[in-house]
């Protein structure tokens, strides 16, 4: 789940990819607790979550958002404590404006 003081922040974020000329890549993350595969799984489900609220909450085109999952391949913090898993536990967004180029006859 999204924590709700992220809310805000997605729906500005929303009306911004509601250009057609955005699109965005989601990339979920997981903290080193639990094993690699079960990692994996939960940091793309992170990636879809961010990427439900965009889409059901706030009418973005889902053609336009990709989401990824990392797992625990990209680590911000590699220490065992609560602090670093909590900072490794996280969803990162890339966004890319497509320039349209227009035709000359």
Known sequence: DVAPHYFADLEAF???LKNDDVTAKISG???SLGNETYNQTLSVKR???VKAI????HGVNAANILV???GESE?????NTEEAHKV???AVVVV???EQVKKTK
């Not at 965009?54 to 909450?57: A, G, I, K, P, Q």
């Not at 680590?75 to 220490?79: F, G, R």
């Open 14 to 16: 929303a009306e911004y």
């Open 29 to 31: 993350h997981a903290s």
């Open 47 to 49: 990636a879809e979550a």
């Open 54 to 57: 965009l889409v059901d909450s």
């Open 68 to 70: 990824a999952g990392k």
């Open 75 to 79: 680590l911000v913090n590699q220490d």
């Open 88 to 90: 490794n536990r996280r």
């Open 96 to 98: 890319k404006l497509v």
